[in-house]
C-alpha cells in the first residue's frame, strides 16, 4: 500500500521539502500531495482563467473555487493530512482544511511553533499528532508506514 | 419542520443575541445552538472536572476536547452552520468549525467585516452566502425558512 | 410517522395546492415543503438581502444560493421528492433537484405532461412513479403511505 | 495519482476531443469518460438489446436505464465532473447529472454559453467553476491537477 | 425511545397482528409498519392510478416501483425489521428485503418454519435471530426494548 | 477503468462462462467475480473449516456465514451486479444478494426465464436491465462498457 | 435537543443510577440507554427465547445476538456513548462498544479505575474525556449539555 | 482483485507467520498489514519522536494516538480483519479493534483458544467465523478468496 499525505497550510517555507526529502531518505512507500504553492498563481488562477472581475470579492471567489476543486480531492483521497501553521497572516484555510478532514475521518498531524499552542487548542484536540520540526513529521510518518522508530526497532534490526 | 441553527464563532460581542432576537420577532420555527460562550469556563473545563495539568498543552487539550464532545454534536444536529469571524484573535476554532461543517455538507452562512475579505476567501468560497451583519443573517433565515423577503413577498402579502 | 414530501419544480400554477389539498382531504399523516415560489423574491433574493451586484451572474449566484439553502436541506429532509415539468422554461433546476434527489437514494415521482416523455427519459428512468396529473400524484401518495386504493382497498373496508 | 474526469452533456460538438486534446498536449495525468454519444444508439440501446416496445414511453425507459449504467457508475467514480450545456434541446439529462454529482459532493465545471445563464443559475451556484470555452476548461485541469497557470506559474519556471 | 419495527414478507396469515397485540399486551413503545398487504391492491396500484398495460411485464413494474416508495422508505426508517417466509409461492421480496435491510446495517429477524432451514441459511446468517413463531419475536421484542426475560427479569422483579 | 462484474445466484448450468467468454470474445476492459460455484463445498465450507455440528442449523450457518465473507465483499467491490434466477430450487440467496446490491446503490441487471417474471416483479423493479438469455448480458456489457451497439455504433464504425 | 446518552460497560455496580441521579438533579435534558443489566438475563435470553442449545458456543451466540439488537440500535441513537471499566472481567464488549461506538464518530467518555490506565491507552486514546468517577461523568454532561461549570458559569449565574 | 487482510491483536506469539505463511503456500492473492508488533517500540514511539512526558497517562496517549493512525487506515484499507485473543494481558485494543470494524462492516474473523469463548461471545456474534487455530485462518482465506476447499474442490480439481 503506497499511503497518500496531504501537506496542507503554509507556503512560505520549505517545510514540504524537508519532508518529502526525509521520507525519501527513509525509503517511505508514500506520495505527497499539496494545494498550489505559488501563492499569486493561487490568488489570481481565477481571473485568469475566467475572465477578470472589478470586485475584489469575486475575484478571490473565483481563485478560492477553482483551488477547492484541488484541495478537496486530495483531502478526501489522503491517509493522512499534515497541516502547517507558520508565524505569519490568519492562516484560515489550514484551519478550515484541519476542519474539513476531521469530519471525514482523517488521521490528522498538526504542525505549528509551540507559541500557537493556546489559539490552535480545538485543531490539536482533533488530530492524532502534534509536531514542532518537519523531523518529527518525518519520523511520525517512518513510524506509522514503516513501523520503524529510532533507537528500537531500528536497534532490533540493526542487532539481526 | 423546526430548523436547528448553529452558531459557531466569535464569543465577544452579542451578535447570537441579535440573531435570536431577530427571528423571534419574525416568529421563525427555529432553534438556536452554540458553543459554551463563557470564556473561562471554555477554556478551564477540562482541568476543572478531570483534574489539573502542570502542562499548559495537556490543560488546554482536555478542555478543547469537551468542548468537542458540544461543539461536533451540535454541528452535525444543524440544519444550517453560521461562523462568525471578529476583529480579534486567531479564531481557528471559528475557520475548524466551518471546514467541519463544509466536509459534513451543511449549509454555510459566514458572518465577517469586510476587511477579513481575502484572508477569508477559502472558507467565503466553501459558504453558501457571506453576510456582514446579524441583521443580514436573520433576513437570510427570514427567506430560507419562512420564504418571506422584505419588499418583495412582504409587499405581496399585504396586498392580499 | 409523518411522511415529509418535497414538491419541486415548476411555480406557475396551483398544482402544490391541488396536490395538499387532495392529500388533506384523504386525511393523510403528510408534510409538505416546497422552494419559495415568488419568482420575484427568488430571483432577487441574494442581492435584496447582501446587497446589489452590477452584474447579472454574480446577482442570480447571490440569489442561487440562498435558495440552495433551503431547497437541498429540504430535499435531504424529505421522504418523497415530487419532481415538476410544465410547459414553458428551461427548468434546468427541476432536472437538477431530480438528479441530487436520485443521488440521495429519495423516492421520485415525476409529474409531467405526454409531450416531454421523450426529453425527460432520463429523469423518468430514475423515478418510482410518472405522473401526469396532480390527481395521480395524490392517489399515489394515497395508497404508498395509507395504502388504500381506490376501488380496491377501498372496496374491501367499505364491505367491512 | 491519475485524475479521472466524467464529461457530461451535450453531444453534437467535439468539445469532449478539444478537452482530451487540450489535456493531452498539455501532459495532465489524467482519463477521460462520457457517455455513449452516438445519439441513435443511446436512443435506441434498450430495445435492440431487450427487445422492441410498442409504447414509445417503455422503449425511452428500456434505454435510459441501460445508458444509467454507464452514466452513474462513471460520475461515481470520477473526481471531476464536467457538464456542458449546449443550444439546442432540453437538454434535462445533463442538469440531472450536475444534480447528481452535487449531491454526491464532486467538483461540478459547468461549461454554457452566456445565454443560458439565468437560467442555469442554480446549476451554476453548485459549481466550482462557470467557463464558457474548452479552452478554459483545460486550463482548470491544467492549474487544478497540475498546479501551472499560464502567465505565472510558466513563467516562474521558464525562469528557472 | 420509540421503537420502529417493519414486518416484512409473508401478507396470507395473521402474523403481524399476533405480534402487534403481543407488543401491545406487553406494554412495549414501538410501532409497526409494514408492506401494504392487501394483494390485489399491491398487485394492481401501478395501473389503477397511472393507467393500464397490455403488458404483463409493465403492468407488475408499476406496481412493484409504487409498492417500492412504501417499503424501502419504511425499511430506511426501522430499527428492527423482521422477515417471515411462509408456506407459499417464491416469496423473493421477502429475501430481497432482507438483503436490502443487511446492506443498511438494520438488525434482522427472520420468522420461518423449519422445513425452510436450508433454503434460508444465506439469510438466516445474515439475521440477529431466526424464530419459528410470532410468539418468540414478541418475546423478542419484549427482552430488546424493555429489557425483560419472562423466568428471569420477571421473577426479579416480582421478588421486589 | 476495469469494470468489476459480479455475477450471483444460479450455479447449474454454465451462464457464467458464456458471459465470461462473450466479453472475452468482445474485447471488454472486465474482470468477474462469482461465489463459489461447486455445490458441496459451498454447503459444508464451515464445518470442513471449523469443525462438525450434529445440528443442521449450525453446519448450515458456519457455511453461510464463510460464503458471507466472499460474496459481500465482491458485491460492494463490483460495478455492475448481475443477479440470474434459474428454474429450480427456492435460490433466496439470489434475491437476497439483490436486495443488497440495490441498497448499496449498485446497478443491477437481473437475468431470468420469462416465467418468472410475476414472482421477481419487486427484484426487476429495483433493476436497470432484466434480460432472459446470457447473450443479451454480454450485449448490454458491450455497450455499456464500449458503447458498442450491434447495429449501430458498429455500423457506423464499419463505414468509417 | 435531548441528548441521548448510552452508559456501556461494567453492570455490577450502581455507577448507571449515579450518574442518571446527577443529571437528574442538575435538570439536564438527557435520556439514558444501557444494556440489559441483568447478568443472568443477558447470559441467557437466546435459548431462553428460542431454544436450548447443547452447546455452550450456540447457548452464547444466540443470547449475544439478541442484546446486538439492543446495543447496537441503541450506540446508534446516541449522543454520547459512556464506556466503563471495572475491576473484574474480561470486559471484552465494553472495548468493543467503545470500538464500534469509534467508527461511528460517536463522542466517547471513558470510566475506569487509574490501575487500568497503561492497558485501556488506546481506547483512551480515541476518547473526548477519560473520567474517574461518576461525578465527573455529570459534570462533562452538565458541562456539555447546559454549559454549566461549578465555579465558574455557576458563579457568574449566581452574581446575576 | 489482491485482498487485504489484517491481523489484529496479540503481537508475542507468530501467528501472523503462520498465517502469512500459510497463504504464500496457498499461492493466494493476498496482502497483509498489521499493527506495529514491537512492544516497546509501540508503547514509547510517541515520546520518542514528540518528546517526553512525565506522566504516565500522557506517555501513553501520545503513543496510542500514533498507532491508531496506522491501526485505523489499516483496518478501513482492509477486506478482512482477522482479530487475535491470546493467553495473556487485557487485549482490550484487540476487542476495540473487533468493535471498530464491525461498525465499518468489514468481514471479521475472530481467533482464539477456547477458555475465552464466554468472555467473548459478543465480539464472536459479530465474527462470521470464530477459528481456533491459524491454519483455519488459511483454510478461510483459501476457500473465501480462491474457492478451495480441502477434500471438496480440490478433490474435484485433482480429478480433472
Given at each position: 500500500m503506497t499511503w497518500s499525505i496531504y501537506l496542507s497550510g503554509?507556503?512560505?517555507?520549505?517545510w514540504r521539502e524537508q519532508i518529502a526529502d526525509g521520507a525519501a531518505a527513509a525509503g517511505l512507500d508514500v506520495s505527497f500531495a499539496a494545494p498550489v504553492t505559488d501563492h499569486a498563481a493561487s490568488d489570481d488562477c481565477g481571473v485568469a482563467i475566467l475572465g477578470p472581475e472589478p470586485n475584489k470579492f469575486w475575484h478571490d471567489h473565483k481563485g478560492a473555487k477553482l483551488n477547492a476543486i484541488r484541495t478537496r480531492t486530495l483531502i478526501e483521497d489522503a491517509d493522512i493530512v499534515v497541516v502547517r501553521f507558520g508565524d505569519?497572516?490568519?492562516?484560515w484555510n489550514a484551519a478550515f482544511d484541519a476542519g474539513y478532514a476531521a469530519a471525514l475521518g482523517k488521521p490528522i498531524v498538526v504542525l505549528h511553533p509551540p507559541e500557537h499552542q493556546h489559539a490552535l487548542k480545538e485543531v490539536d484536540a482533533a488530530a492524532l499528532a502534534v509536531a514542532e520540526t518537519p523531523e518529527q513529521v518525518v519520523a511520525i510518518l517512518r513510524y506509522v508506514i514503516a513501523g520503524r522508530l529510532a533507537g528500537s526497532t531500528d536497534a532490533a534490526q540493526a542487532a539481526e
Open positions: 503554509e507556503i512560505h517555507t520549505d505569519k497572516y490568519k492562516q
